[in-house]
């Protein structure tokens, strides 16, 4: 949990500086996919804050937005048929769609994230399944 925290304040930072992509929200959401709990909802709002601030936007309003995203990933992560790269990578183009219409109106920015979704689902999917240590891991004897 540490590792992810620094580098989603990591990327807040290029973001905020000179990346035009929203790589903070893809990472939310595909981690929202990928492993469903309330850590996704305070991690949103906390970098949400974090990016209003730095971005000199309303204070809150990506907290809001990211808010509101997170938890319809999650609520659409719970059907039986969103377990796949192929389910989740349509549904979060739609969701950075409604960020880019509802903060900066720049469209052409979505191609890029759209782009980098797949890599970013596999890297992260990865990440949760081979490096996190869960509680609930039993060994089969």
Partial sequence: MKT??????????????????????????VRAFVRQDSANLILAFGLGLLLSHLQNQPLGLNALIFLILVEAVY????????????TA???????????????????????WELLL???IYLSVRFWEERFIVRRETKLKL
């Fill in 75 to 86: 609520l659409w992560s719970k059907t039986t048929f969103s377990h796949n790269l192929w």
């Fill in 117 to 119: 979704v797949p890599l």
């Fill in 4 to 29: 992810i925290v620094i580098i989603l304040i990591l990327l807040a930072f290029l973001e905020a500086a000179m990346l035009p992509i929203k790589l903070v929200l893809t990472i939310l959401l």
């Fill in 89 to 111: 990578f349509p549904v979060i183009g739609i969701f950075l769609f409604v960020a880019e219409f509802v903060t900066d109106k720049h469209y052409a920015n979505i191609i």
